[in-house]
C-alpha cells in the first residue's frame, strides 16, 4: 500500500507541474535521452549540431542545464531532477523561444514518473547494460524501466508524429521496438536505426576516442538529418566538437597522458580501459586510479570492476568515491576481492582520492597513462550522514601536477 501511494504521489507531482507551467512541451520539439551511458555526450552532440544549424535549444543533463546563452553546471546530484523542474526548465526555454529541448532521462526519473506529461516529439535509447540492478531488483526490471519511457512517449505524447531512435547493436533492441510498435504514425518511419557502422561508412574526422564515441556520434547525425538538417553543418559540428567534460577528457597530454572519466559501470570502465590501451605506447604504464563504485547501490559491481582492472591496469590504486554511510576501506576490500591473486602486486588502497592521484601522478613517466575514473566532472563527494564534500577532479588534478596546494 505505501509503494503504491508513493507511485501516485510522484505521478500526481508530474501532472500538477504540468498544470502549473502551462503544457510547456507541446510548444517545443522535445527529444529524450536514455540509456546506460553515453547520454550526456549524445545530448551535447545533438546541441552543437543544432546551434550549428542557428537553432536555439535549451538542454537539461548530468553535466549542466542550459536554456539558449544561460548556462550553468548541474550541481543536483540527479541526473534528472523531478518536482517540477522538468516542467519549470521546458516553460523558461519556451519564454527564451527555444526550438528545441533536449532531456537526459534516467531510470530512477522514469520509476519516478518525471517523464510523464511531457509531450516528446523523439525518444532515443544509447545502449543497454546492467546498472542500478539493486534499486530495479533485476535487470529485466531495469530494462523494462527504459522501455517504458519509449512504451509512454508512444502512448501519452500528444506530438503528431513521433521518431524513436535506436542503436541496432543495442542490447535486447527488440524489446524496444515492441514496446514502440504501432506508436506514432504507422508507415512513416517512426523507428530508426543507427549504429556505429553509420560512423565508420562517413569518414568524419572526430576529436573523440574511443569505440562507444561512434554510437554517440552516429545517434547525433541520425537524430540531426531527421531534422534535415544539412550535411556540411552536421560534420562540420561534429569535427568541431571537443567532448564534454569528465567524458574521457584528458586533463594533460604530455609528458604523460592524464585522463579523467566518469565510468561508473563495469561495460563503461572497460571500454574505458581498452581506449586508453590503445593509445598507449609499448612498454609503457597504465596506472588506474578506480573509484569505489558508490556506497550503498550496486555492491555486484565492484569485485567485478577490480577484475577489469586487473586485466587492464599495470597499476592499480584503489580509493575512495561516493562511500555514503558505508564503511569506504570494505567498499576497496570488495573491489580487491574481485583481482586474481596473480595481480595483488598490481594494488595500492590510499583511500584519500586527493593523495591517491598524487601518488598515480607521482608514479608516472614519460609516456605512461593515468586514468582516473568514478567522479568524472561531478561536484561532490557523497559521504556518511547525507554530507556532500565539494569535489573537482579536474582542478585537484591540475594542482598536483603543477605542484599547488589543494584546499578541497
Not at 505521478?11 to 510547456?24: H, Q, S
Not at 520539439?29 to 547520454?39: E, L, S
Not at 537524430?223 to 559540428?237: G, L, M, P, Q, V
Not at 575514473?373 to 559521504?383: A, L, W, Y
Amino acid at each position: 500500500m505505501f509503494n503504491k501511494l508513493r507511485l501516485l504521489y510522484h505521478y500526481l507531482l508530474a501532472w500538477v507541474g504540468n498544470e502549473i507551467y502551462k503544457r510547456p512541451s507541446k510548444k517545443l520539439y522535445v527529444i529524450g535521452v536514455t540509456g546506460t551511458k553515453g547520454k550526456s555526450t549524445v545530448l551535447e552532440l545533438m546541441n552543437a549540431i543544432l546551434e550549428a544549424a542557428g537553432k536555439r535549444t535549451a538542454l537539461s543533463s548530468s553535466v549542466r542545464f542550459k536554456i539558449d546563452f544561460f548556462n550553468e553546471s548541474n550541481n543536483s546530484g540527479m541526473s534528472m531532477p523531478g518536482r517540477f523542474f522538468i516542467q519549470r526548465f521546458l516553460s523558461e526555454a519556451f519564454k527564451r523561444d527555444c526550438e528545441y529541448a533536449l532531456i537526459e532521462v534516467t531510470s530512477q526519473g522514469i520509476l519516478q514518473f518525471r517523464h510523464r506529461f511531457v509531450d516528446f516529439d523523439a525518444a532515443l535509447l544509447t545502449n543497454l547494460e546492467p546498472e542500478h540492478i539493486e534499486a530495479h531488483g533485476s535487470f529485466t526490471s531495469y530494462r523494462d524501466t527504459k522501455a517504458r519511457f519509449f512504451r509512454d512517449a508512444g502512448k501519452y505524447s500528444l506530438k503528431q508524429r513521433k521518431l524513436f531512435f535506436l542503436n541496432s547493436d543495442a542490447r535486447d533492441v527488440q524489446y524496444f521496438v515492441d514496446a514502440v510498435k504501432g506508436r506514432g504514425l504507422p508507415g512513416q518511419g517512426n523507428v530508426v536505426f543507427y549504429n556505429k557502422k553509420d560512423m565508420r561508412a562517413l569518414k568524419i574526422k572526430t576529436k573523440l576516442i574511443g569505440e562507444f564515441n561512434l554510437e554517440n556520434i552516429a545517434a547525433a547525425i541520425a537524430f540531426a538529418r531527421s531534422r534535415n538538417i544539412d550535411w556540411e553543418t552536421i560534420r562540420s559540428a561534429i569535427e568541431s566538437f571537443d567532448g564534454v567534460p569528465g567524458r574521457l577528457e584528458f586533463v594533460q597530454k604530455i609528458p604523460f597522458p592524464v585522463i579523467i572519466d566518469y565510468a561508473h559501470t563495469p561495460d563503461s570502465l572497460e571500454k574505458v580501459y581498452q581506449t586508453g590501451r590503445k593509445t598507449l605506447k609499448k612498454s609503457k604504464k597504465m596506472i588506474c586510479v578506480l573509484g569505489s563504485a558508490g556506497g550503498g547501490r550496486d555492491m555486484w559491481k565492484r569485485p567485478v570492476m577490480g577484475g577489469i582492472a586487473s586485466k587492464y591496469c599495470d597499476r592499480i590504486i584503489l580509493t575512495n568515491e561516493d562511500p555514503f554511510d558505508e564503511d569506504p576501506m570494505e567498499i576497496l576490500n570488495q573491489i580487491e576481492s574481485g583481482i586474481m591473486d596473480g595481480n595483488k602486486k598490481k594494488i595500492k588502497k590510499i583511500l584519500d582520492r586527493k593523495e591517491a592521484i598524487r601518488a598515480a601522478i607521482k608514479s608516472a613517466k614519460k609516456d605512461d597513462l593515468v586514468i582516473i575514473t568514478g567522479k568524472g566532472c561531478e561536484p561532490h563527494m557523497r559521504v556518511a550522514k547525507n554530507k556532500k564534500i565539494p569535489w573537482n577532479e579536474k582542478e585537484i588534478v591540475l594542482k598536483i601536477l603543477n605542484n599547488e596546494k589543494i584546499e578541497i
